[in-house]
């Protein structure tokens, strides 16, 4: 089967993640891929590598102009950062006339990629522009839906008739939780039998139990802590939705002699999250900040951490923290839409630092024989979410589709 999967933006948010999981799925069962995305071509370890593999990765490369008008950067669904933005614009902030722009050139793109590789089906990631296009174009399409796409929902007031469409048209959409078919099913009004709840995977053979040394790790990294100290990842851009600031708030209440320390790791500006709250209600001592990391620099550091969490005020799926139990380690997720129905360790509500610190000094300071226990538990509750599994059942949606 030939499969255009299309994806609003590049790497770096979940969805791309997604769409590279089940494209490398994919072709390992057989089937052509191609993916396609757009980029702004700001140098990173990972760019080449879609550069020279064109044969896969059709990518639109902006700055795009015509006729006197430009298209500088992909336009966000919503005011959440993207590390590959150049201007961290959305799609709502466009005039009509740059939308219209937009839209046209979108699509003269996408018919290119269409009309050369005559795909037999065509998944969108996102409720969102490109599945209109296709669409409207009246070729047999799926879509998925990630969360980000229904908050961009109640944002993007011009984009609701489109996105309703949109999700009319798909002959399935693929939910990556129970929460977000919730959400589509009341937003766009559509069946809720055509609705199919996933789940997400996530790289089996990278996020894995190892045996590493500590003190080698953390000098690769460049992490300045005590050997002993109690470790806790988290894995998120530096954004509101995300709950840094509930993070540091629960730091505050945690003690030097507690030995924790925290690694956060993601894109963004701390001092913009923290700017609104009083300097006194957080602390950054023994929190470490890294940039933006490879999967096996994350798996490294899940290895010799002793937990990780995620504290998202709202949370489609949640896959860094399957990658964090997939290394064997407990977690600390807020209720929040996606983690809470797959992780192994506490779980607690959005923006509750109190319960937050609690839950991390109960992790923290497990003894060896229920650490052990958990860590176990952790890897084999996250091995069952498998990208494999995930695209054999897309084969099968595919296939359906196709009858209709």
Request: hydrophobic residues 40%.
């Amino acid at each position: 089967m030939r499969v255009l999967i299309t994806n609003t933006e590049p790497w770096g948010r979940g969805s791309f993640t997604v769409a590279q999981g089940i494209l490398q799925s994919l072709t390992e069962l057989g089937h052509d891929v191609q993916l396609f995305f757009p980029d702004t071509g700001i140098p990173s370890a990972e760019l080449d590598a879609y550069l020279k593999n064109d044969q896969v990765y059709k990518i639109w490369r902006l700055p795009h102009m015509r006729n006197g008008q430009s298209i500088d950067s992909f336009p966000l669904m919503i005011p959440d950062r993207h590390p590959r933005s150049t201007n961290n614009t959305t799609l709502a902030q466009f005039n009509d006339a740059d939308f219209q722009f937009y839209k046209k050139e979108l699509t003269d793109q996408l018919v290119s990629v269409i009309d050369a590789f005559q795909p037999d089906i065509i998944e969108c990631e996102h409720i969102w522009l490109c599945n209109y296009i296709v669409g409207q174009l009246g070729l047999p399409h799926v879509a998925t839906a990630h969360h980000s796409d229904q908050l961009a929902f109640a944002y993007d007031r011009r984009m609701q008739s489109f996105a309703r469409d949109s999700a009319k048209s798909a002959r399935y959409i693929f939910a990556i939780s129970s929460s977000v078919k919730r959400e589509v099913v009341e937003l766009y009004g559509v069946d809720p039998n055509k609705v199919i709840v996933t789940g997400n995977g996530y790289n089996q053979s990278i996020f894995q139990p190892q045996k590493l040394s500590r003190p080698a790790v953390l000098k690769e990294l460049q992490l300045n802590m005590p050997n002993d100290a109690k470790i806790v990842t988290c894995v998120a851009k530096m954004s509101h939705m995300k709950g840094i600031d509930t993070l540091l708030m629960a730091n505050k209440l945690l003690k030097p002699e507690d030995n924790i320390h925290f690694v956060i790791v993601g894109t963004g500006n701390i001092s913009e999250i923290m700017s609104s709250h009083p300097s006194q209600s957080y602390s950054l001592d023994r929190v470490h900040f890294l940039n933006q990391q490879s999967q096996k620099s994350i798996a490294q550091l899940h290895n010799i951490a002793d937990l990780s969490t995620l504290t998202s005020r709202s949370e489609g799926f949640g896959i860094s923290i399957l990658e964090a139990m997939g290394c064997g380690l407990p977690v600390v997720v807020t209720r929040s839409g996606g983690p809470e129905d797959f992780a192994v360790g506490e779980i607690i509500e959005p923006e509750d630092h109190k319960a937050l610190a609690a839950a991390i000094l109960k992790l923290a300071h497990l003894k060896d024989e229920k650490r052990q226990n958990l860590s176990q538990k952790a890897a084999e509750k996250a091995r069952a979410y498998s990208w494999r599994s995930i695209a054999e059942e897309r084969i099968r949606y595919y296939a359906r589709a196709l009858e209709h």
